[in-house]
């Protein structure tokens, strides 16, 4: 079970940080990954992460302004958001997916078998 926190009302330029609590396997099986949904739009990846933290991956619209890491010890999954604009608004979901491979990464939302219920993010102009 992944469950999210952290989103809200934000001013453009500002910043938020995500969490991803999980429960019930150990976080160090899974990949993971941040994606995010806004009005009328297809869901999208947004960030993504290895077993082990070693690699990351962003979609080129948050480089530079997005970081994603994780604790597996505490089993928590963050996204630390930064200069926020206002498309970047969008529902935020965290993912997981069970992976045998401690550094590799996956873009595709269908890669991801379990997901959380996701968290808003609002950032005002």
């Known amino acids: 079970q992944l469950v999210e926190s952290g989103g809200g009302l934000v001013q453009a330029g500002g910043s938020l940080r995500l969490s991803c609590a999980a429960s019930?396997?150990?976080?160090?099986?899974?990949?993971m990954g941040w994606f995010r949904q806004a009005p009328g739009k297809e869901r999208e990846s947004v960030a993504t992460i290895s077993r082990s933290g070693d690699n990351t991956g962003y979609v080129d619209s948050v480089k530079g302004r997005f970081t994603i890491s994780r604790d597996n010890a505490n089993n928590m999954v963050y996204l630390q958001m930064s200069t926020l604009k206002s498309e970047d608004t969008a529902v935020y979901y965290c993912?997981?997916?069970?992976?045998?491979?401690?550094?590799?990464?996956?873009?595709?939302?269908?890669?991801?078998?379990?997901w959380g219920q996701g968290t808003q993010v609002t950032v005002s102009s």
């Open positions: 019930g396997s150990a976080l160090s099986r899974y990949a």
């Open positions: 993912a997981a997916k069970r992976s045998l491979f401690t550094s590799d990464i996956y873009y595709s939302a269908d890669s991801y078998g379990t």
